[in-house]
């Protein structure tokens, strides 16, 4: 008993790290459905995500509409005031309208598509710059489940990484833990889409890309090809856009080319998303 | 109990900022690490009853969040925790230059064991790639935010229902 008491600070240090690393070797690379502690801690924080994603969007229509007319002539103020409820209302209307385009954008998508399909809002980002993922308003209860494709209106967003109840963690093709079997769409030459969480120049440099790997160096590739899903892991369905080729490198060695991949779709204004309802295979999750 | 239930609530709104408006800010790479910045600041207190706790609590919350592997931010932060708590009784963190540079090594410190853990779990090198890159400027960021942010939560960490609650005409008196 003596030597628990004299240890008592070092282990007050060492359980919870031990706990950590229970835990730690509990997680599987694979996608998963959320263990109860997760559920738990989620359900916990997922109202607060939602009220500030909406106070958000609601704070960026009044700053846009009222706030930002701040400081105007005195003998003005009533106009002002009018003007200002009537810009608020209108960017409120553009707003339901960008709204409106976007969803518009999705559901034509999801005619083409042969699979049912869940439109979910992002409500949060991955609060760790080196993972790349965000989390939707639908969960389990919804239809949504691990390893289901989720796309935007522009192209391949990632899949259902980890699923609870009422939301679900997408992990985006621009994550290193995220690969996708692909073809070039003009010559059909196949590869490995994976993430890098690196980004680009282009867009601004807001942009993050992938890289596409295991190119045979005798395809036919050149820059600006766009590169489509094959279907082939048997997670995504074929024929799906992700992006545009750059940089393409084909040493004078070795088996392989690789390339680098600017995503159609822009992860950090993405706020709608279509999760298509699709099983996957259950061992297709494996390393991807 | 009152310090877990204060950064409980801490760890929350800390959190769901740093999700939703803090996501891609200052920066797409480099971000506010405000749990980072409690947890240095709960190692730095004299009084450690539920420190461990709520470093523990925090470090879940970060990790539901997060893609990463559950237990990932639990047992970094526990190690930071440890190592503020080993150098404590020799640094002098009033002094903004000390701050500046422990909280920095602090921050080092999370995301080497970050990547290290990461590059275990999943043996990836893209991680270890992107980390390599990120975590000099991230630590130099922690390390000026630390400047401000550490004050500011120890005074938050003594924080009383009695302080808060305590009529006005008692204070005075």
């Not at chain 1, 846009?64 to 400081?71: A, C, R, T």
């Not at chain 2, 230059?97 to 999943?122: C, E």
């Amino acid at each position: 008993m003596s030597w628990f008491a004299g240890k008592k600070k070092l282990l007050n240090f060492l359980i919870p790290l031990i706990v950590a690393l229970v835990f730690f070797s509990l997680a599987s690379q694979k996608a998963s459905r959320a263990r109860w502690y997760e559920s738990a801690l989620l359900n916990l924080l997922t109202p607060f995500e939602v009220v500030v994603t909406n106070i958000s969007e609601l704070g960026g229509s009044v700053w846009n509409g009222y706030i930002s007319l701040v400081g105007v002539e005195k003998e003005n103020q009533q106009l002002k005031q009018v003007n200002a409820r009537l810009e608020g209302l209108l960017t409120n209307a553009q707003e339901t309208r960008q709204e409106n385009e976007r969803l518009r954008e999705l559901l034509s998508y999801k005619e083409t598509l042969p699979y049912e399909t869940v439109v979910a809002r992002v409500i949060a980002n991955d609060p760790r710059s080196e993972f790349k993922s965000f989390t939707i308003n639908k969960g389990l209860k919804d239809g949504v489940d691990v390893l289901m494709p989720v796309i935007g209106p522009r192209g391949l967003v990632g899949r259902v990484g980890l699923a609870s109840s009422h939301i679900a963690q997408v992990l985006l093709i621009t994550d290193p833990n995220s690969s996708v079997d692909v073809i070039i769409q003009r010559s059909r030459a196949r590869g490995l889409l994976v993430g890098t969480a690196r980004r680009t120049e282009l867009r601004g440099g807001s942009a993050f890309i992938s890289r596409l790997e295991y190119l045979r160096r005798v395809s036919d590739v050149q820059e600006g090809d766009v590169v489509v899903t094959s279907g082939f892991d048997q997670i995504y369905p074929p024929g799906i856009a992700i992006g545009t080729l750059h940089d393409v490198v084909s040493s004078r060695y070795g088996v392989f080319q690789e390339a680098d991949v600017v995503p159609f779709e822009d992860f950090q204004s993405t706020q709608e998303v279509l999760v298509l309802l699709k099983q996957a295979d259950p061992n297709a999750g494996e390393g991807s | 109990m009152r310090r877990i239930w204060l950064f409980l609530v801490y760890g929350i709104i800390a959190v769901v900022l740093e999700s939703t408006w803090l996501a891609y800010f200052p920066t797409t790479l480099i971000r506010f690490d405000l749990i980072l910045m409690a947890v240095i600041a709960i190692a730095l207190a004299d009084d450690q009853r539920g420190a461990i706790a709520s470093v523990v609590i925090m470090g879940a919350l970060l990790d539901v969040t997060s893609m990463a592997p559950f237990g990932l931010a639990v047992f970094s932060l526990v190690v930071v925790y440890g190592f503020i708590r080993t150098i404590v009784a020799k640094i002098s963190i009033e002094i903004w230059l000390a701050r500046f540079v422990w909280v920095g090594l602090a921050s080092l410190l999370n995301k080497v064991i970050t990547v290290l853990l990461v590059f275990v779990w999943s043996g990836n090198l893209s991680f270890v790639e992107v980390l390599g890159k990120i975590c000099g400027p991230q630590a130099l960021f922690d390390a000026a935010v630390g400047l401000f942010m550490i004050p500011l939560l120890r005074r938050l960490d003594s924080l009383t229902w009695e302080k808060l609650f305590r009529p006005k005409g008692l204070v005075l008196e």
